[in-house]
């Protein structure tokens, strides 16, 4: 019979193409990964890997055997996790995956509140790209993710949870923002920063810049919501910034000028997501309803009088 194991190895060969980099991420030899897959093509009479493709490809059978052992690894997560949760409570460590556009500047209130209520359970946060972190949770990497709507994939729970502002900023001695009142044809052909373009906050601009007929730089991506207010307050662009960054002590508005437009708003939708039947599912939720609180507080937003997960209405 096939192993947990020799299931697990498979899996990690999917996902990273490379025998090395596949035995480093399971922690075992390279020999040993290797002679152990070789032992579960023999098992199941079937050839899952092409060995001598570069990168590691796996056999057509091999790609459906490596889903569906990723589906049982995962269950069986669920059932360790749950019998954990049935006799500690919310506890233990768990996995979460934030976009750094958010995180910094919304989690510390709420990470000192949930340990305050729940001292046995620990976060474990992680930033990064919310395309990369949304197959991480799939993959089982992580538990449970803060990003942007929308949010592609599979068997995941999405929560949506609040709608953030999100502002135009300019350098200060730019003449735009000299003008009292600010009109979207005052911004035709501007020049706008961005994070790069694997973040979501990318294609936002790219579709502001869409309808403003302005441009997006290439050459100036910015490496974090910090780097772009920077760069735009030395004179090199505007930029799009969040309502949460702006009123936070770790960001602000002390280098740009936001500008006020008459005809024109825009914002961004805010969800938690979870696989579909996780074992940690109320405290899933328990830490969704703590973001949504604290964000809806920074912003000044009420909290919804009927369910506290309303979906947000439509971008615009």
């Not at 954990?84 to 233990?92: D, E, K, T, Y």
């Not at 007929?213 to 662009?237: N, W």
């Not at 910034?241 to 500008?259: F, K, Q, W």
């Not at 006020?260 to 961004?268: I, T």
């Amino acid at each position: 019979m096939s192993t947990l194991r020799q299931l697990g190895y498979l899996v990690a060969v999917a996902d990273y193409r490379h025998f090395r980099r596949a035995s480093d991420a399971v922690h075992v030899s390279q020999p040993t990964l290797s002679q152990q897959l070789r032992v579960l093509e023999a098992r199941l009479g079937v050839t899952l890997i092409e060995r001598n493709e570069s990168p590691v490809q796996l056999t057509p059978v091999g790609r459906d055997v490596a889903a569906r052992a990723r589906k049982v690894l995962l269950d069986v997560k669920d059932l360790e996790d749950m019998a954990r949760r049935s006799r500690s409570g919310p506890a233990g460590t768990i996995r979460f995956g934030v976009t750094p556009t958010l995180g910094p500047y919304l989690m510390p209130a709420i990470v000192a509140g949930l340990h305050r209520r729940f001292p046995d359970m620990r976060l474990y946060i992680r930033e990064g790209i919310p395309d990369e972190q949304i197959r991480e949770l799939g993959r089982g990497d992580l538990d449970m993710v803060l990003s942007p709507l929308p949010v592609i994939g599979s068997a995941l729970h999405v929560e949506p949870l609040f709608r953030e502002p999100l502002h135009i900023v300019a350098p200060p001695d730019h003449p735009v923002a000299l003008t009292t009142l600010v009109k979207k044809s005052d911004l035709a052909g501007v020049s706008f920063l961005s994070l790069d373009r694997r973040h979501h906050a990318h294609r936002v601009e790219r579709g502001v810049c869409d309808d403003l007929g302005a441009e997006l730089l290439e050459d100036y991506e910015g490496t974090s919501l910090d780097s772009l207010r920077q760069m735009c307050g030395s004179g090199l662009g505007f930029a799009i910034l969040p309502e949460i960054y702006l009123r936070s002590e770790a960001g602000g508005e002390d280098m740009v000028t936001r500008l006020a437009l008459a005809d024109w708003s825009f914002s961004r939708s805010i969800a938690a997501v979870w696989r579909q039947g996780a074992a940690y599912t109320d405290s899933y939720r328990t830490i969704a309803e703590a973001v949504a609180a604290q964000a809806r507080k920074v912003l000044g937003q009420p909290m919804p009088s009927t369910h506290p997960y309303s979906p947000a209405p439509p971008q615009g």
